[in-house]
């Protein structure tokens, strides 16, 4: 189950093994092998945690800007480190060989405390910004500008929307149940998302049956049910339309992956 959220604080994810997808802002790809990303701050994504590789290991670390001060940036040692967090504003994924290499860094800053952990968190920023093995994701178009008061509504409609995409949402019931006139609801989610509830809604199945494919235990009849869509048609142009092929394509895609 994708968990679709935003928050205002950077988040960098460590997944040690196994493949799956993430959807982050409106990208959908995939990763095989494990996964190093790091995120910017008001990017809506889905949880980038890998549910099939049973022995899986994650570590989320999530920060804010102002972590250690306001004048930390300023300092020219930290320009580099300053233009990695900029990026990361459209999603940062990094390659195989930095993953690897600062993958017991990561591990370990479980294991340390205060200024040992802060100094060493440092450390592995400066690392993330000196490499060139990344890609970045693009999701820059879709970061949010969102009010602090704000956050916990659309929270609030992003984990509605978790617990019963499989049936029909309508606008007025979420306008509802966050205690907000229609009209009202529909100005506050297009000036904080910039997109139509139901092309948001419409998102979340896709991203939803992207999963399910990847299991392969469904047809893609159960899969367009199961994710809401009451027309198995309709289910095949929204995917099409979201991520940019057909749901036997993107299967035949996904297994060939990870069949190399």
Not at 15 to 29: E, L
């Amino acid at each position: 189950m994708p968990f679709w959220h935003i928050h205002p604080e950077y988040e960098l994810v460590y997944i040690k093994n196994g493949h799956g997808k993430r959807h982050v802002g409106k990208m959908i790809s995939t990763y095989t092998d494990g996964d190093l990303v790091l995120l910017g701050p008001n990017v809506p994504h889905s949880s980038l945690s890998n549910n099939i590789y049973k022995s899986n290991m994650e570590v989320v670390i999530q920060f804010n800007e102002d972590f250690a001060g306001t004048g930390l940036w300023s300092i020219p040692e930290m320009d580099q480190v300053h233009k990695l967090l900029q990026r990361s504003r459209q999603g940062i994924s990094f390659g195989n060989s930095i993953r690897c290499q600062l993958a017991d860094k990561l591990v370990g800053l479980y294991q340390l405390h205060g200024f040992e952990r802060f100094i060493a968190f440092l450390k592995l920023l400066q690392e993330l910004s000196k490499t060139k093995d990344y890609i970045l994701l693009g999701a820059d178009q879709s970061s949010l500008l969102i009010k602090e008061v704000d956050y916990d509504r659309i929270n609030k409609v992003y984990t509605y929307v978790e617990e019963h995409f499989a049936k029909e949402i309508s606008p007025g019931e979420i306008a509802q149940h966050i205690n907000m006139t229609l009209p009202a609801f529909c100005r506050f989610f297009k000036r904080t998302t910039e997109k139509k509830f139901t092309e948001f809604l419409n998102e979340f199945r896709i991203s939803y049956a992207c999963q399910l494919i990847m299991e392969g235990s469904y047809s893609f009849s159960e899969i367009s049910y199961k994710c809401g869509f009451q027309n198995v048609s309709y289910f095949n142009r929204q995917f099409k339309k979201i991520v940019g092929t057909n749901p036997t394509s993107y299967k035949s895609g996904f297994e060939k992956i990870l069949a190399r």
